[in-house]
């Protein structure tokens, strides 16, 4: 038990145990970013219980941030997987906390808008959660005379293609795709990333290297890569590399012919695709030839955008939808003198008023009524895509971009290479419901001796944890 834990009686206790521990803080011989507060009675404990991960008998009082002052000295841009274009402010080193900071995230250009974060500024930097470095404000009366607003780029400072923002994005991306040498190595990262497909001596240095050489350009190359002669005869007689080198190589890539459904989905890096939404595909549709073909039938089943706009009307229900798809309004406006709503009432029975509204402001006349009804009738997703819309923590929004991905032939292209490369794709377990762990949360602390902690949770969640 720490020497400095204590029990006190009321909440000024509290406060007063959090402000004497804040004071000596910087003199403990060792980090701590706050305080926890504990129920000390084991019956009040059981009582209160648990929310999702945490207990609802502990609470955690964090320290503020620690703050310093240094010179933003240029801004950054990276460019990731999936194109997005994020501002990184270059700094002049500044220790914070204890920790040399040299850059901060600016996140997008609207936070660096509103900051009016200008290069040559002194700002005030904080390490968020005294983790993350962050600029929190401007020091104005620091700011040089020629300090001048920062722009920011329209197209992409690795490719050159144009950077666009699509709808409500904050986020600026490169349309280059994997024409971008950027995206394309970052997506090569994530291929072989550790809850990917976890390619044991194959990091970000290699991958840099075997790309400039033009030996990688799809994540199939790397399995080519194992089996091409020539080019490890190259690396074998190189600086760095040597016999055992290219052997582990190789050993490397061919231990992962053989994945698993999670991991291979996963791996292909698709946007709001995630760890978690790739676990949930693969438990519903089981195998990989399943799950495929309920891509390429949602890919062919994509929404317009005229039913896009017209599904998230305010109002607009599901129901609602099927109604205007059931609709058959004729062709001459049967109520020419009737009001707009009037109209949208008879041609649409039982549409709710809100969702009348909403109708009103993309179909201002009877022709556009008429095309509603066809939108909301031949422009729909697929059953497809509504199938994997509605697995539960799938939603809407990652089963369209899972769509759209396979939509394009180049995707399809890159997928079907890298599946012939591939040996075996392992079926999805079903988690099961009859284990002393079915249902609960577990979590796993310390060190562990027989499995790694990623082992461990897919042995858990097999079992219906």
Known sequence: VNSRSARVEDAAGLIALYDGLQTDRAGLGYDIDGVVYKVDRLDWQQRLGFVARTPRWAIAHKFPAQQAQTVLEGIDIQVGRTGSLTPVARLHPVTVGGVVVRNATLHNEDEIARKDVRIGD???????????????????????????????????????????????????????????????????????????????????????????????????????????????????????????????????????????????????????IGEQTSILLARHFGSWSAFHAACLEAAAGIPSAGWTQLAEGHGVSGRTLSVLAEAAPPADDPWPEAPLDQKLALAFPGVATPARRALALIAPDWPAIVRLARVAREEGPSMTLGEIAGIAGVGPVAARALAQFFHEPHNRAVVDALIEQLDTVEDAERPRIDTAVAGKTVVFTGALERFTRDEAKARAESLGA
């Open 122 to 272: 002194t700002v005030i930097l904080q390490r968020a959660g005294d983790v993350i470095p962050q600029i929190v404000s401007v020091v104005l009366d620091k700011r040089p005379a020629d300090a001048v607003p920062y722009a920011f780029p329209t197209h992409c400072p690795v490719c050159g293609s144009e950077a666009v923002r699509e709808g409500d994005e904050v986020r600026r991306r490169c349309t280059g795709g994997l024409i971008c040498d950027a995206q394309l190595v970052e997506r090569l990262k994530h291929f072989v990333g550790r809850r990917a497909f976890d390619i044991e001596g194959l990091g970000e240095k290699q991958l840099i290297a075997f790309h400039e050489r033009g030996w990688l350009h799809e994540p199939a190359d790397i399995f080519r890569l194992a089996r091409d002669e020539g080019r490890l005869d190259e690396l074998r007689n190189e600086d760095g590399y040597g016999e055992t080198s290219v052997r582990n190589l190789i050993a490397g890539i061919d231990a992962r012919r053989t994945i698993a459904l999670d991991r291979l989905i996963f791996a292909l890096g698709i946007r709001e």
